[in-house]
């Protein structure tokens, strides 16, 4: 069993560059994938990006650019740093594990932006 618990979320003004923080009851170094998902009212989570055990990285056509996702294995912590935020990047965001097969996900963390 792995927990996944995020943190960093909130009240934001547009423009503005919040970081999430992903911890994980494991050692981030052994796991295979990591990444982010995001929820917006009425709509399906939707992919946002994803860091492997290698460290490459992909994102959504929607973040490229602004988001940027990164590992820091000693916290066991994956961060999404994020900038330039826009209204429609109010959602709640997930972050998710894929260990051994199975995939592991955080309770969500709200980000709301303002104009």
């Known amino acids: 069993q792995v927990q996944v618990v995020e943190s960093g979320g909130g009240l934001v003004q547009a423009g503005g560059s919040p970081r999430l923080s992903c911890v994980v009851s494991?050692?981030?170094?052994?796991?295979?994938?990591m990444g982010w998902y995001r929820q917006s009212p009425g709509k399906q989570r939707e992919w946002v990006t994803t860091i492997t055990q290698s460290g490459s990285t992909a994102y959504a056509d929607s973040v490229k650019g602004r988001f940027a996702i990164s590992r820091d294995n000693a916290r066991n912590t994956v961060y999404l740093q994020m900038k330039d935020l826009q209204s429609e990047d109010t959602a709640v965001y997930y972050c998710y594990v894929q260990h051994q097969f199975l995939n592991y996900w955080g309770q969500g963390t709200q980000v709301t932006v303002s104009s």
């Open positions: 494991k050692s981030v170094a052994e796991i295979n994938v």
